[in-house]
């Protein structure tokens, strides 16, 4: 058979270009996931379906692909979680829900990229919600998925206290970090209902997976895009231990930030010198693929809980964050800072008993990494490196926020919280290169690649797609997932790759 449209990968975006496209009834889709599918809420496994637990994201759960990548020298290779299961990394997320500002897609546009200013895909971040506390013209009241800030619920007390030392540090509050003011402390934005993680397998593919023109085939693995002359023919994939082809002349990849770029290489699409090495046929040069690798470099400092002190699970109660600007920074908003005390919904880690963390976050880095090719065999995983810290201005930010994350803790906020700071210690503090390497040793990462198969003008030789993320160069090709971002946005990105997957399903359709 062959189908109108297949979408390879059902993630955060595979999940809605597949669910959006299939609301034409007479157009046929085929949605291919790697890792297993779940047709009803209540087959999946409580690791995915409960936001508060943890296991999903672990280096030995079958609903992570567990790749290995680098960070820094120091630390080198590193486990990496990514989603492998229906609803990708939604479905194994911390369920923050932060849009990104409207100054990132101001940076976009002002790159090339007309179709992605603020006032084009703000149309696309409401279609896709239901926000339960704010109804107003930035904010969506008909989408499928819910997002709350759990304005009813007791701030955990870790959380109160953090808040508490931001104003005592003379921080404003913002009431809505997914408005035009972002700015400052405040309630996140929560994609949890009832504890249940909200994925876009949930809200988008599950009210419209019973629909016959719409067919979900999870453990397929996608070896390559077949082309013929520039125009897309179908994929190569493997399902029980056979090697077969699908055929359709219309092809979506939604593989993530790290399979997507890797599968063009495969599939002759990408750096000559890289395909040559691997005696891969060159089938359209782009240099792009697999570069600007971009994701939020994350480090903590933590300090002992006093007795008695109530830990809750940081993944589905309210939580608190700020955003905030660097000293010296010429962009608004390109720091964060977050707690957390039973593990990190940013990284998943999982935290010493009673040990509390303070988080700073790069929103907004300057460096880039790279994926790269290591093997024609599809099986095995690209190599990549995120570079953190190549450039001399994410080092410089991440030691004062490490430093006012300090200031932080020493507030009044935190006498009755905190016993005594563990790390990093005072010495370290007092000299930049002991702190500097510290930072490298210990820092953590973000699930957040992204920009390794980014929008751009035909100026740009290094982009991938064009504005509608048609992949340049050839006909019936489509990349909708982060990796199209230009640079990773100022918050986490779940929400801008659900809008990316809104988008590009009009475009398709």
């Given at each position: ?13 595979g999940s809605v270009v597949a669910a959006r496209l299939a609301e034409d009834p007479n ?483």
């Amino acid at each position: 058979m062959k189908y109108d449209v297949i979408v390879v990968g059902g993630g955060a975006a595979g999940s809605v270009v597949a669910a959006r496209l299939a609301e034409d009834p007479n157009k046929t889709i085929l949605l291919l996931e790697a890792g297993n599918d779940y047709p009803d809420l209540s087959s999946l496994p409580f690791d995915i379906q409960y936001g508060h637990t943890r296991g999903a994201e672990d280096v030995n759960s079958p609903h992570n692909w567990a790749l290995q990548g680098t960070i820094t020298e120091e630390q080198g290779e590193i486990h990496v979680a990514q989603g492998k299961v229906i609803g990708g990394g939604s479905s194994i997320n911390g369920q923050v829900f932060l849009r990104g500002i409207p100054q990132d897609f101001d940076d976009w546009e002002s790159w090339g990229n007309d179709e992605w200013s603020y006032t084009k895909v703000l149309p696309y971040y409401r279609k896709m919600e239901t926000d339960l506390d704010i109804k107003d013209d930035f904010h969506g009241t008909e989408g499928p998925l819910p997002i709350s800030r759990k304005l009813n619920e007791t701030i955990p007390v870790i959380q109160s206290a953090f808040q508490t030392a931001c104003l005592q540090n003379g921080y404003d509050t913002t009431d809505d970090m997914n408005g035009t003011n972002p700015t400052g402390v405040g309630l996140v934005p929560m994609n949890n209902q009832n504890g249940v993680r909200m994925s876009t397998a949930i809200t988008h593919l599950g009210p419209i997976r019973h629909q016959l023109n719409l067919t979900i085939r999870g453990n397929v693995f996608v070896h390559r895009v077949l082309t013929d002359n520039g125009k897309v023919t179908g994929v190569e994939v493997e399902s029980g231990g056979e090697v077969f082809t699908v055929d359709s002349d219309k092809v979506v990849l939604s593989a993530g930030a790290l399979k997507s770029p890797h599968i063009l290489m495969l599939s002759g699409i990408g750096p000559k010198d890289q395909l040559e090495e691997f005696g891969i046929p060159v089938i359209q040069e782009t240099p792009g693929v697999g570069a600007n690798l971009r994701n939020h470099p994350i480090s903590p400092i933590s300090y002992k809980i006093k007795e008695g002190i109530k830990l809750a699970p940081d993944s589905s109660g309210a939580r608190v964050a700020l955003r905030y600007t660097s000293k010296g920074s010429k962009e608004s908003n390109d720091m964060m800072m977050t707690t957390s005390s039973v593990f990190n919904p940013f990284t998943g880690e999982e935290l010493p008993d009673r040990i509390g963390r303070i988080s700073c976050v790069i929103e907004l880095p300057a460096g880039s990494g790279f994926v790269r090719l290591v093997s024609a065999d599809p099986t095995v995983q690209p190599k990549f490196d995120y570079r953190y810290f190549s450039h001399p201005e994410d080092m410089r930010r991440m030691r004062d926020g490490i430093r006012l994350a300090v200031k932080m803790l020493n507030t009044d906020a935190y006498k009755e919280v905190s016993d005594e700071k563990v790390a990093p210690s005072d010495e370290i503090l007092a000299n930049d290169d002991d702190l500097d390497l510290w930072i490298r040793q210990t820092v953590g990462s973000a699930r957040h690649v992204s920009g390794t198969c980014k929008i751009g003008p035909d100026s740009d030789p290094m982009a991938v797609v064009d504005q509608e993320c048609r992949v340049k160069g050839i006909e019936g090709l489509w990349v909708a997932d982060s990796s199209v971002m230009p640079q990773v946005p100022r918050a986490n990105t779940n929400a801008t790759a659900i809008m990316i997957g809104e988008r590009v399903a009009d475009w398709v359709a």
